[in-house]
């Protein structure tokens, strides 16, 4: 019996008495979802608990305003009214994280949603990370295995990389994070689900909490129908959770579905404090915060950790012009296009070979996968820039011997392309199957 209440025992020891006055604002003020309190001072991030009817939900300080403190609640703001008492709570500016995590499923705010009873955590990290010289990240030299054959032969990811997977909506982002995710080599694994649907965060956790692989998993889920600023705080926990075992050595994979939703609450706030919006209707601080997510992923010199990460973002309408998938593109290590044309020939995972592109593919490969990897692309970039007159039947065998060897291939070539979902190719597999396939000539 003791047994069950010794983290606490322990939590209780190791915690520092807090003698200083109690300080507290009220609410003098509430538009949409902003909320203006009087009488207290305290730093952006800070978060505080609110008092009223239906008790004392979290609310974080985003801005000033004429001597006022700005604040979002972590909820609904039924129920809320003048004069309600707001005092300030924790440490400002930092998340909780730790071994505690471990095998857990919680929210944006640290707290349990798997129904396993509280977490003790010890240990704390800032918010935003912690900013480090642009030489103290090590370089890409590793391949990562992602059990996905056309990405390990085709698009091969490092140890370190950040990835983008880019489609529209319906074509398969979160299936392919699964594969990943279940396929993947890596020591931790720590996945934010910011705005996704509730039924895609409970089947997650049933596929992926269970078994050995609990032990090393950590999941962040903060549904599309939270506040903005908790879907934000969502993301920045579950960065800061990889960044602490990075900093421990281990080798982390962080899948973060989807940066799109990031920038989507990023933009709700800023409108909301009444930036205008640029590109597209997203302020620049919306952009900024999906920037300053992906840089703190990378590989450290200090640790010898590394954290690989993996974005999905939404391509709205197909577009892959769109602002927050061309400012990821520009940030990222590589990218995943994903093709709704693909998908709707039956080819699972839907992945154009010819958009896509891993930038440290030829720092980490060996000249001969390289070679025949770029075979492949030339063999579908041809199919694909012919496919019309070639199912009109306008093309005439030999005009184009690379064309004809593309059609020729076809089959083979959409067979290695597709894979079962629950079917795992290793790397040295994949390679093996595309020399196999291309032969090592190309």
Request: glycine letters at 12%; hydrophobic letters at 45%; proline letters at 5%.
């Amino acid at each position: 019996m003791l047994n069950l209440f010794e983290p606490l025992l322990d939590e209780l020891a190791a915690a520092q008495p807090d003698f200083t006055p109690h300080r507290y604002g009220v609410v003098a003020a509430c538009d949409g979802g902003l909320i203006e309190v009087a009488g207290l001072s305290v730093p952006v991030g800070a978060l505080c608990r609110v008092a009223h009817g239906r008790g004392e939900p979290l609310a974080e300080v985003i801005g000033f305003r004429n001597g006022r403190t700005l604040m979002m609640l972590l909820g609904d703001t039924v129920l809320l009214r003048p004069g309600s008492r707001v005092r300030p709570e924790g440490h400002p500016g930092m998340l909780p994280v730790g071994e505690a995590f471990l095998g857990r499923a919680v929210d944006g705010e640290g707290h349990p949603i798997d129904g396993l009873g509280p977490i003790h955590f010890r240990d704390e990290w800032p918010a935003g990370g912690i900013r480090t010289g642009a030489l103290d990240r090590a370089p890409v030299r590793e391949r990562f295995d992602t059990g996905v054959r056309a990405l390990n032969a085709l698009t091969t990811f490092g140890v370190g990389q950040r990835i983008g997977v880019m489609a529209g909506s319906g074509v398969g982002k979160s299936v392919l994070l699964d594969m990943i995710a279940t396929g993947a080599e890596a020591e931790i694994v720590v996945v934010g689900l910011i705005g996704e649907r509730a039924r895609e965060v409970s089947d997650f956790v049933e596929r992926h909490m269970a078994g050995e692989k609990r032990e090393r998993t950590v999941v962040v889920a903060v549904p599309a129908d939270h506040a903005p600023n908790l879907r934000i705080r969502g993301a920045m926990l579950a960065t800061s959770i990889a960044e602490h075992f990075r900093a421990t050595g281990k080798r982390v994979l962080l899948i973060m579905d989807s940066l799109t939703r990031v920038a989507h609450a990023g933009r709700e706030i800023a409108l909301l404090l009444g930036e205008p919006g640029a590109a597209r209707g997203y302020p620049p601080s919306a952009l900024a915060t999906i920037t300053k997510l992906v840089e703190r992923a990378g590989n450290s010199a200090a640790s010898g950790g590394s954290i690989t990460g993996l974005y999905t973002v939404l391509a709205d309408g197909d577009n892959q012009d769109d602002p927050v998938v061309d400012t990821a593109r520009s940030i990222l290590d590589g990218h995943v296009v994903l093709s709704r044309d693909l998908a709707q020939r039956g080819q699972y995972p839907a992945i154009d070979i010819a958009a896509s592109l891993s930038r440290v593919m030829s720092d980490i490969t060996e000249p001969g996968h390289a070679r025949m990897a770029r075979t492949f692309r030339a063999l579908v970039a041809s199919y694909e820039a012919n496919r019309d007159l070639v199912l009109m039947g306008a093309y005439r065998a030999g005009a184009d011997p690379l064309l004809d060897r593309a059609i020729a291939m076809q089959e083979p070539m959409k067979a290695f392309l597709g894979q079962a979902q629950r079917e795992v190719v290793p790397l040295d597999q994949s390679i093996a199957q595309l020399a196999a396939l291309i032969g090592d000539a190309g």
